[in-house]
């Protein structure tokens, strides 16, 4: 499924084509990966970093804090530092790597209506 979507991508970026096919390639890999793991739950949180971030804490300590506010107690996803890292569930993953299989898959012209909306 990966390769189908990176043939169906559209260049429109500044940066490589090769590095934006990637970063939207990363996800559906990612998800493909996690689906395969049996300890894998709806309660895990997985820790998405580029390759540049270090961290000087340990991310359960950023998720336990995220999940103490209010605001973010039932959120499936969080973005720290823009989305260099991410904490998300499996059940987010799986949505976002839907979304990028229905984007992709379709028409052009369906992609389009999608960045118009």
Not at 18 to 23: I, L
């Amino acid at each position: 499924p990966t390769a189908k979507c990176a043939s169906r991508y559209r260049h429109s970026s500044s940066n490589a084509a090769a590095y934006e096919r990637f970063c939207l390639r990363r996800w559906l890999m990612l998800h493909e990966a996690v689906a395969r793991m049996p300890d894998v739950g709806p309660a895990t949180a997985l820790a998405v970093l580029d390759s540049d971030v270090l961290l000087f804490r340990h991310p359960a300590l950023w998720l336990s804090e995220l999940q103490a506010l209010p605001q973010h107690r039932d959120a499936n996803a969080a973005g720290l530092f823009g989305v260099a890292f991410m904490i998300l569930s499996p059940e987010a993953l799986s949505r976002f790597a839907g979304f990028l299989r229905w984007l992709y898959g379709g028409s052009s012209a369906r992609l389009g209506a999608e960045l118009d909306r």
